[in-house]
């Protein structure tokens, strides 16, 4: 496997990977059963061994599970890895409740994840979503506190709208937009994109496979107890629909001798020298395949026919992502 490419986070930021390792999947998030530990360790340490960096986490996941899980991951090579924790949601017995942004939960929520790291300092601390019951001016405040006291670098946001984004950037210099961004989902185009472009924003794009529509592997219609099926674009015609769209990039990726979830990673990939992939993988097998995405580039021609094929409201039906 190659080392991967390192891009510059924010403005005069940190060097890190261009293809980010998601930590998500790798625990119990919606009330399952949690992935083989051993495995999912030795996926980050083998991402970090080949030069990803570029680890995501939230005290959310899995409860402060996944947390834990990275911290046992990172033990004795805490230089090798660049560490981005989400905070603000509110789970219970696997249903999400709600945010808590306020200043006071946020000065607790760090500790507890510190300790669950295992480290002295967060890399990129981000809300993971804003909900007006707290100012952007407190939230983004309460982290430049933090950074203050030498318990966070730099500062993220996700899933925000571009005055959001603008209104953080005024409180403090935001490093990196974490944000859904797939040929399936590409509203951010018109306005969110282009403030972080303007801003000197990184872009943390998950979620490129679109929920695993884009791996080619999904055929309908879904079982029903699949998770997917409670989202309309998974469910009935718009799913045969969205899969006639999928066997475009099959066609496309069998013609480059590539598999269509390398094309869906290759795609995000292309948009842009400040965006990088943020890729879900908990088995060392994804990590050779999704690294050699990132060598992948298309012609004009490829390049026309992919955003021809899923232009703006060519996917139909939405999913938790719909803004
Ligand atoms: N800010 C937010 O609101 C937010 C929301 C969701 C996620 N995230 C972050 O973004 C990361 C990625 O998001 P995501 O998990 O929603 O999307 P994703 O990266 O598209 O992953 C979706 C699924 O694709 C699978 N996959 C990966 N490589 C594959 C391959 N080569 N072939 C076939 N399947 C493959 C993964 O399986 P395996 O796990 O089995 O490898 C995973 O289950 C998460 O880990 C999390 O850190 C952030």
């Known amino acids: 496997m190659e080392n991967i490419t390192k891009i510059q986070l924010g403005n005069n930021g940190p060097l890190v990977s261009k293809l980010g390792l998601g930590c998500m999947r790798m625990s119990s998030i919606w009330g399952g059963p949690t992935p083989d530990e051993t495995e999912s360790i030795a996926t980050i340490q083998e991402a970090l061994d080949n030069g990803i960096n570029f680890l995501n986490t939230g005290d959310f996941y899995g409860a402060g599970h996944n947390e834990m899980l990275v911290g046992r991951a990172i033990k ?10 989400k905070f603000g949601a509110i789970f219970h017995n696997g249903q999400w409740l709600g945010l ?40 983004i405040g309460t982290v430049a506190d933090l950074i203050k006291e030498g318990k966070v670098k730099h500062i993220g946001v ?14 403090y210099p935001i490093s990196a937009l974490e944000i859904g961004y797939s040929l399936a989902d590409r509203q951010i185009e018109s306005e969110l994109l282009p403030a972080a472009k303007e801003l000197g924003v990184s872009v943390v794009a998950f979620a490129n496979t679109a929920e695993g529509l884009l791996t080619g592997d999904m055929k309908a219609p879904l079982p029903q107890n699949d998770y997917h099926t409670h989202f309309s674009r998974f469910q009935g015609e718009n799913l045969v629909e969205n899969l006639k769209k999928v066997e475009v990039l099959k066609k496309l990726a069998a013609d480059k001798g590539a598999t269509p979830t390398q094309l869906a990673i290759a795609w995000v990939n292309a948009q842009g020298a400040h965006i990088m992939p943020l890729v879900s993988m908990s088995k060392r097998v994804r990590l050779p395949e999704n690294t050699a995405a990132m060598n992948i580039s ?6 026309n026919l992919l955003n021809d094929t899923f232009a703006i409201g060519a996917i139909l039906g939405g999913t938790y992502l719909q803004r």
Do not use: H
């Not at 090579?77 to 560490?83: E, K, L, P, V």
């Open 100 to 139: 808590d942004l306020r200043p006071l939960a946020i000065k607790n929520f760090i500790n507890y994840s510190l300790t669950r790291l295992g480290i002295e300092t967060i890399d990129l601390y981000q809300p993971c979503r804003m909900d007006g019951s707290v100012s952007i001016e407190d939230i």
């Open 76 to 85: 004795g090579r805490r230089a090798d890895a660049f560490i981005s924790v």
């Open 298 to 303: 298309f012609s004009v021609e490829e390049m």
């Open 158 to 171: 996700s899933e925000v709208t571009a005055d959001q984004l603008r209104q953080a950037n005024k409180v």
